[in-house]
């Protein structure tokens, strides 16, 4: 299967580690266009100025979305991040928008907030993705 890896770039070193067990599976794995970026400079993420210059630049958003079009799947890395376990960001919500559109399966690595807590946690229900609890070995 041809997957996309979408999520916060703060696990940018744990994209690169899920890529490499998913491809150990048999998977072909794409991670964002940036994540070397990313990897060279951990703070571009919290350093709004620069990360708005980069993206714009490098026209990440659609870079990324051209990648999830060509894929068969994408895997939410959604870590606890903000003090909320199953963290998804506007990002990774409109990547997974963007797949739901496009008919990609839908993965999650871990489970999301109830509802009722976050918000967005009801839009991701509503999408139905499967929750693989941390075993790559459901990714099929």
Known sequence: MK????GSMTF?????????K???????VDVPSDIESHLEDPSLIDNLEENYKHTIEKDILRQ??????RSDAILVLNYPKNNINGYVGTSALMEI???????KRIFLLNPVPNPRDA?????LAIIQPVILNEDLSKVQ
Do not use: T
């Open 97 to 103: 928008g963007l797949a739901y559109y496009l008919q």
């Open 64 to 69: 990324c979305f051209n990648l999830i079009a």
């Open 12 to 20: 940018a070193e744990e994209m690169m580690d899920v890529k490499s």
């Open 3 to 6: 997957i996309m890896i979408c």
């Open 22 to 28: 998913l491809e150990k599976l048999g998977h072909i």
């Open 119 to 123: 918000r967005w946690a009801h839009e």
